[in-house]
């Protein structure tokens, strides 16, 4: 008996369509136009650019300008599409179109982390009452399938911890200071010119990104649906030469780590902020534009996810991916928002800080300071998240560079050891 393999094999949803699905694109930015490429480089994986809205008329793009429209609202009207794909800038209008597109009970593919992580239980809720499915893989780490590891492989296994270079501008800064000697600026020119960075790049710059996505892969690693203000992000906008060079006389490197991590007690604690990494960790060499993540499970140990987190080409295949499974019947399960665990931040974070102001000393009040430069005006010890969360935009202001070395502690640990030796 002969086997056909190129038969689709059995499964409980409907088979591909016949007819190439017609796909209603609003935004034909570095995302819109990396999907448009890639379908016309491969018109058989079945589906075609039907319409195109674009906000701005008259500007100059790679398309005849007939192939433009300015209603994105037409196209959620427009029932002989069969899904709708979201890659705008503004967060606002994309849930105004996306949450409208749901409550109509329309497919939607989108890219947008900020304003999914802005809206996310309203997202949930909407697809929950209506017929509408939501996918977006490509608003984290590009390429990588992250989204859908943690919904559908992870979904039933509790996880220890995930931790992240989410964000390829950032990461390409760092690596160019790091290889080349490159400053910063001439560094964040060249993210730019590749089409990694954001619009503003202070979103990128300052982990106001990053810190977006890693709301979404909290939803998805642990059920928890985060409010992205609570979560701590700082930047990179503050470093300079020395910082690299303290990393490096440590053997290590900085890069900017999105950490989610289950905490004895169960309830999970996330931020986003440079940090210390070592040979020793998969992060090391991840470096320019790709991202990494490593997750461990409970059970299944520690895997590690690395792939090109920006560009055209890389997101574009993301929301390609997307399209495929919405075709496929796939919807995202959250299969742990039931148990969704309570959100820490009453631990203590071991930093390096520079800085030349005393003042920010005194405002992170340190519970602990291990190792003090006056000269290279640097200090590293213990402090509360919380003085961090409360005092992130002043430490911004201020030009202020802290880096994680990576070590948490409960809050008041110190002062339990003391009262111990005592
Ligand atoms: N600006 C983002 C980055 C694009 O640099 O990672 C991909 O989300």
Known sequence: MSTNLAAPVASVVAAPAAQPWRVGLIGFGCVGQGLYDILQQRPETGFTISRIAVKTPGKARTLPAERFEFDADALLSDDSLDVLVEVIDDADTAFRLVSEALRRGRRVVTANKAMLARHLPALVQLQREGQGTLLYEAAVCGSIPVIRTLDAYFGTEPL????????????????????????????????????????????????????????????????????????????????????????????????????????????????????????????????????????????????????????????????????????????????????????????????????????????????????????????????????????????????AFIVRTGQLRPVGEAVAAALEQA
């Open 160 to 399: 220890r911890r995930l931790t992240g270079i989410l964000n390829g501008s950032s990461n390409y800064v760092l690596t160019r200071m790091g290889e080349a000697g490159s400053d910063y600026a001439p560094a964040l020119v060249e993210a730019q010119q590749l089409g990694f960075a954001e619009t503003d790049p202070s979103l990128d710059m300052g982990a106001f990104d990053p810190r977006s996505k890693a709301v979404l892969l909290a939803a998805h690693a642990y059920g928890a649906f985060l409010n992205p203000d609570e979560v701590l992000n700082l930047g990179i906008e503050g470093i300079s030469a020395v910082d690299i060079a303290f990393a490096a006389s440590q053997g290590q490197k900085i890069k900017v780590v999105a950490g989610l991590q289950r905490l004895p007690d169960g309830r999970v604690t996330a931020l986003v902020t440079p940090q210390l990494v070592g040979p020793e960790s998969p992060l090391y060499s991840v470096d320019h534009e790709f991202n990494g993540v490593v997750i461990e499970a409970d059970f299944a140990g520690e895997q590690f996810l690395r792939g090109r987190g920006a560009g055209g080409h890389p997101t574009g295949s993301a929301v390609l991916a997307d399209l495929a499974a919405l075709r496929q019947g796939f919807a995202y399960q959250y299969p742990k928002a039931a148990e969704a665990p309570a959100y820490a931040s009453d631990l203590e974070v071991e930093i390096y800080l520079r800085t030349d102001e005393d003042r920010i000393i005194d405002l992170l009040d340190f519970s602990e300071i291990s190792e003090e430069a006056d000269e290279d005006e640097y200090v590293v010890g213990y402090v509360a998240l919380a003085n961090l969360i409360r005092h992130r935009d002043t430490l911004r202001k201020y030009g």
